[in-house]
């Protein structure tokens, strides 16, 4: 039975080109097993029908705030009564600022307002709509309301520009709205997974990268997926599909992983940096193919910041979980990582020839400040469960002090 049989749903749908998607996300919440009720704005009707969302959730559809027939059956306080959470799909820059001010002025609005239910919402727009600093201001208040923002994605966006602003796919969206109501271990909270290498370019055809396959963070992104999180997979360039439900930012060198891991644990509970991110990158890339005329070649190296260590510092730091490579005195070398940039938890994996590094097994050692657990070699898909397993049981130990309850509203 899926976590979401028999909730009530409310899927707002506002004005944005995105509401087509509405209709795949209505039948894939009534496929799990909910029970839909679709609210429009007049600028979703301008997208898309109500009577494809009527048809697809087996419900009327609800457009107007004052409609006698309504009142006299699902009016608005009945609908807010009804919800079991509210999902806005998707959620235009006027919608959002209509709600992040308390607005009431149309049935969406008002509905927001008048519920006690949770409210997510999934951001649609042009990227320069979504950068503006009213949007972003908005989407503050939001989070100060307690109301989630998935997403948004980032890429080709219909206005022919690219950026940040797409809606989260259905899918995605689906597996927000049925983490919240899941009991598994990390159920309804968020989970930030690195994985694979970067690649730091030299010029335009050559790059400096490493080993990492991406298998070990793409398994621990699952995994966390299946103990009920709501998962962003933050990857490198692997040759790996991203998992289902689970939202994926590809990203190349590391000043990109860097950006990517700053926006998205913004709200997060767990940050897991599997990812072998390069050192150093090449102080000045060429802009033209480097050419072989000369006997030697020397390349001068810049460090690249430390995700890990920048995630673990700020004031409201995930619980966060470095991993170690290293191919001697790994217990040293982890412990030293662990105190150095103030983790909560590292996994140290050896490595060299035939280990960790693009195979499908591999073993951990597990420390945290009080502890250490080994986890013997087996495939990274079981070793990923184990390691979840345990963070799941130190987040939840009592001098982890994260406030769960309240990042389940
Ligand atoms: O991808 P696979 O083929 O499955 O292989 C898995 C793996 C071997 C890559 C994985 O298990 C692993 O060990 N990942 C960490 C690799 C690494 O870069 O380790 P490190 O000891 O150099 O870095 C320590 C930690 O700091 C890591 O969590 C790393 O993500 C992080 N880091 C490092 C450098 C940097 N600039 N920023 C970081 O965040």
């Known amino acids: 039975m899926s976590s979401l049989t028999h909730k009530h749903i409310v899927l707002g749908i ?44 087996g419900n009327s ?3 107007e705030l004052f409609d006698l027939e309504a009142e006299a059956a699902m009016g608005h306080i009945e609908l ?39 409210i997510m919402l999934a951001p649609s727009m042009n990227r320069v709509m979504w950068n503006n600093p009213a949007t972003q201001q908005n989407c503050h208040t939001l989070k100060d309301l307690d109301i989630r923002l998935i997403g948004p994605a980032s890429g080709a966006q219909a206005c022919g520009e690219t950026g940040e602003g797409r809606m989260e796919e259905p ?3 689906l597996n927000a709205v049925a983490s919240h109501f899941q009991t598994g271990a990390l159920a309804g909270l968020k989970v930030v997974v690195t994985a694979g290498p970067t690649r730091e370019a030299i010029d335009p055809v ?15 992104a699952r995994s966390a997926r299946e103990a009920g999180a709501e998962v962003t997979l933050i990857s490198g360039p692997v040759h790996l599909q991203p998992p289902e439900g689970i939202a994926c930012v590809r990203v190349e060198t590391a000043e990109e992983m860097l950006d990517a891991s700053l926006k998205a644990v913004d709200g997060c509970q767990v940050f897991i940096a599997t990812a072998a991110v390069a050192d150093y990158r090449v102080a000045q890339p060429a802009d033209q193919k480097h050419k072989k005329t000369q006997e030697d070649w020397s390349l001068e ?20 979980v470095g991993f170690a490579a290293e191919t001697q005195q790994l217990e040293d070398y982890a412990r030293d990582k662990l105190v150095r940039k103030r983790l909560n938890m590292i996994a140290a994996n050896k490595v060299g020839q035939g280990l960790a590094f693009d195979q499908d097994d591999n073993a951990l050692e597990v420390f945290w400040p009080e502890g250490h657990q080994s ?24 001098d982890n002090i994260i406030d769960i309850q309240h990042a389940k509203n």
Not at 28 to 50: D, H
Not at 375 to 398: E, G
Request: charged share 20%; aromatic share 4%.
């Open 301 to 320: 190296l810049r460090r690249n910041p430390d995700i890990l260590a920048q995630v673990a510092q700020r004031p409201d730091a995930p619980f966060t």
């Open 171 to 173: 899918e995605v969206l």
């Open 375 to 398: 986890l013997p070699m087996q495939s990274k898909d079981r070793l990923a469960r184990s390691l979840i397993a345990l963070i799941a049981k130190r987040l939840h130990s009592s």
């Open 14 to 57: 506002s004005g944005g080109i995105a509401a087509y998607k509405a209709a795949e996300l209505t039948r894939l919440l009534v496929k799990a097993g909910a029970e839909v009720r679709v609210v429009m704005t007049q600028g979703a009707q301008e997208f898309i029908t109500a009577l494809t969302l009527q048809a697809l959730s």
């Open 206 to 220: 050559r790059y400096i990268s490493n080993r990492s396959s991406g298998k070990m963070g793409y398994a621990l």
């Open 80 to 118: 807010a009564r009804w919800a079991d959470l509210i999902l806005v799909a998707p959620a235009s820059a006027n919608t959002i600022a209509r709600i992040a001010q308390g607005r009431a002025d149309d049935l969406l609005s008002t509905l927001c307002l008048a519920t006690e239910a949770p």
């Open 61 to 63: 559809v609800h457009t």
